[in-house]
């Protein structure tokens, strides 16, 4: 069993940044491989990144093509703690954002491959 609770959400203009936390308990960071997940108003799940264990590259982090280059996932084994960088943002990234974790394959996308989840935190960019 993992328990995941989000935080860092708020409201930013657009340009400004913001970076999400996801404090998990229950086991360590290793365990599984993590995910965010952001839900727009009148819109489906998607999903923003993740993060996990690549194999032979070690730990590394995948992007949907919407947030790569503005968004940076990364986590602090010692602090059990996985973490949503968020720069350049727009209006578009307003969204509840939810960390996902499970024993999902690197590179795994779809909500149903991750059976642990927070419950969501609010990000508002205003223009």
């Known amino acids: 069993q993992v328990q995941l609770v989000e935080s860092g959400g708020g409201l930013v203009q657009a340009g400004g940044s913001l970076r999400l936390s996801c404090a998990a308990s229950?086991?360590?960071?290793?365990?599984?491989?993590y995910a965010w997940f952001r839900q727009a108003p009148g819109k489906e799940r998607e999903f923003v990144g993740g993060?996990?264990?690549?194999?032979?590259?070690?730990?590394?982090?995948w992007y949907a093509d919407s947030v790569k280059g503005r968004f940076t996932i990364s986590r602090v084994i010692a602090k059990n703690t996985v973490y949503l960088q968020m720069d350049s943002l727009e209006p578009e990234d307003t969204a509840v954002y939810y960390c996902?974790?499970?024993?999902?394959?690197?590179?795994?996308?779809?909500?149903?491959?991750?059976?642990?989840w927070g419950q969501g935190t609010q990000v508002t960019v205003s223009s």
């Open positions: 229950g086991r360590s960071l290793s365990s599984y491989n």
């Open positions: 996902a974790a499970g024993p999902a394959v690197f590179g795994a996308r779809g909500q149903n491959l991750y059976g642990y």
């Open positions: 993060i996990g264990w690549s194999g032979v590259s070690g730990v590394s982090t």
